[in-house]
């Protein structure tokens, strides 16, 4: 009974939690993977109704939704490797090779199912090592994968973020739901069998994990708004009386200025957001509130991209310094390697260095 009422209790959170992230986010593609992502663990939790372990008197029988709620639970690793590359890469578009992998992925996991259940529409007989291979390894593998770039991209980058809010949210909400999805791949893959006594104990752990996390996530957007995270960030940050504020954004404006812009410290190699605040002498997150709310930048890799990538262009373009090479360039405004270096410039310019240069160089006769 505490079991079913965990996953009835699991499942209206994370319904919740997907309507209120739509209804306030519908035009984000984060706001869609969110959804596909709750419905995924939807299917996971009604699956789970359906084991054999489950007491009868609570068990139901899936019948011909059992292939929507197998789709539905091995999605939930790739679904949320797309969300979390969507909230945490800034609007970058997803790689099509990853949403291929995740395509391949659950067509081996249907197969997989089609082979267990051949009474079920299609059967597939798995019994050549070539095919127990793909549908057994392979997809788990595959899982696994997407867990752990989804964990990946979590933690990448906290530092450089410059969104409080999203900061946080690395570590309370994604964090937390990508080491559990990660455990639950890894156990449930290469740990545990679903014939093994510890399998029923080891789901009605991550039941009551999912219940109490969606029902944490949902009471804290329910009762903690914007209003009060502000009151808390107050109370660790020292005052500033609201006639004074103008003036002290100002003056952090023109110290940024001076030392950022006018000392070139994006220049510098591996400058950080701490190293630039000790430069400037300003609380980190006061710079951060100012590079972000008055600057506009949501991550401190994109403003150092955008001034060395401004240099690295002007001095490209420039005829007296043709003869410098591409490397060079590179390291002089900062970026350590050729590689990152031609990365983002192809990203920002659409050509690479060398051709930006090569067409920059050319008459205007030819430009053309």
């Given at each position: 009974m505490l079991l079913f009422s965990a996953q009835l209790v699991a499942i209206v959170s994370v319904l919740l939690l997907a309507i209120g992230y739509v209804k306030t986010n519908l035009k984000e593609r984060s706001a869609r993977l969110f959804l596909l992502l709750s419905l995924g663990v939807v299917c996971?939790?009604?699956?789970?109704?359906?084991?054999?372990?489950?007491?009868?008197?609570?068990?139901?029988?899936?019948?011909?939704?059992?292939?929507?709620?197998?789709?539905?639970?091995n999605a939930i690793p790739g679904v949320f490797m797309l969300y979390c590359y969507a909230v945490f890469q800034d609007d970058r578009h997803v790689p099509r090779l990853l949403m291929a992998l995740l395509v391949l992925e659950l067509l081996l996991d249907h197969l997989n199912y089609r082979s267990l259940r051949p009474s079920v529409f299609l059967s597939v007989q798995a019994d050549s090592s070539l095919s127990q291979f793909l549908l057994g390894p392979v997809p788990d593998f595959m899982q696994l994968f997407f867990a752990t770039s989804a964990v990946y991209w979590t933690a990448r980058g906290w530092s450089a973020d410059l969104v409080e809010s999203r900061r946080l949210m690395r570590w309370v909400i994604v964090g937390l739901q990508g080491v559990l999805i990660l455990s639950v791949v890894f156990l449930e893959n290469y740990l545990l069998s679903s014939a093994s006594v510890r399998y029923?104990?080891?789901?009605?752990?991550?039941?009551?994990?999912?219940?109490?996390?969606?029902?944490?996530?949902?009471?804290?957007?329910?009762h903690i708004d914007a209003v009060g995270f502000q009151r808390v960030m107050r109370k660790v940050a020292p005052f500033v009386p609201p006639e004074h504020a103008d003036d002290i954004l100002q003056a952090d404006a023109r110290r940024f200025q001076e030392v950022f812009e006018g000392s070139r410290a994006y220049r510098e190699h591996g400058l950080t957001i701490a190293d630039l605040a000790a430069k400037m002498q300003l609380p980190e997150y006061r710079l951060r509130a100012l590079i972000n709310k008055h600057l506009g930048y949501r991550n401190f890799n994109a403003l150092l991209h955008e001034y060395r990538l401004r240099d690295a262009s002007a001095m490209l373009a420039d005829p007296a310094q043709r003869h410098l090479p591409v490397l060079t360039i590179a390291l002089s405004v900062g970026y350590q390697s050729i590689t990152p270096f031609n990365n983002a410039f192809r990203q920002a310019q659409g050509v690479t260095p060398t051709e930006f240069r090569r067409r920059a160089m050319q008459p205007p006769s030819q430009a053309g």
């Amino acid at each position: 009974m505490l079991l079913f009422s965990a996953q009835l209790v699991a499942i209206v959170s994370v319904l919740l939690l997907a309507i209120g992230y739509v209804k306030t986010n519908l035009k984000e593609r984060s706001a869609r993977l969110f959804l596909l992502l709750s419905l995924g663990v939807v299917c996971y939790l009604v699956r789970g109704m359906a084991m054999p372990y489950v007491d009868p008197g609570f068990r139901i029988s899936p019948g011909a939704w059992g292939v929507v709620l197998n789709l539905g639970s091995n999605a939930i690793p790739g679904v949320f490797m797309l969300y979390c590359y969507a909230v945490f890469q800034d609007d970058r578009h997803v790689p099509r090779l990853l949403m291929a992998l995740l395509v391949l992925e659950l067509l081996l996991d249907h197969l997989n199912y089609r082979s267990l259940r051949p009474s079920v529409f299609l059967s597939v007989q798995a019994d050549s090592s070539l095919s127990q291979f793909l549908l057994g390894p392979v997809p788990d593998f595959m899982q696994l994968f997407f867990a752990t770039s989804a964990v990946y991209w979590t933690a990448r980058g906290w530092s450089a973020d410059l969104v409080e809010s999203r900061r946080l949210m690395r570590w309370v909400i994604v964090g937390l739901q990508g080491v559990l999805i990660l455990s639950v791949v890894f156990l449930e893959n290469y740990l545990l069998s679903s014939a093994s006594v510890r399998y029923a104990q080891m789901q009605a752990i991550i039941v009551y994990a999912i219940a109490l996390l969606t029902f944490l996530m949902l009471s804290a957007l329910l009762h903690i708004d914007a209003v009060g995270f502000q009151r808390v960030m107050r109370k660790v940050a020292p005052f500033v009386p609201p006639e004074h504020a103008d003036d002290i954004l100002q003056a952090d404006a023109r110290r940024f200025q001076e030392v950022f812009e006018g000392s070139r410290a994006y220049r510098e190699h591996g400058l950080t957001i701490a190293d630039l605040a000790a430069k400037m002498q300003l609380p980190e997150y006061r710079l951060r509130a100012l590079i972000n709310k008055h600057l506009g930048y949501r991550n401190f890799n994109a403003l150092l991209h955008e001034y060395r990538l401004r240099d690295a262009s002007a001095m490209l373009a420039d005829p007296a310094q043709r003869h410098l090479p591409v490397l060079t360039i590179a390291l002089s405004v900062g970026y350590q390697s050729i590689t990152p270096f031609n990365n983002a410039f192809r990203q920002a310019q659409g050509v690479t260095p060398t051709e930006f240069r090569r067409r920059a160089m050319q008459p205007p006769s030819q430009a053309g």
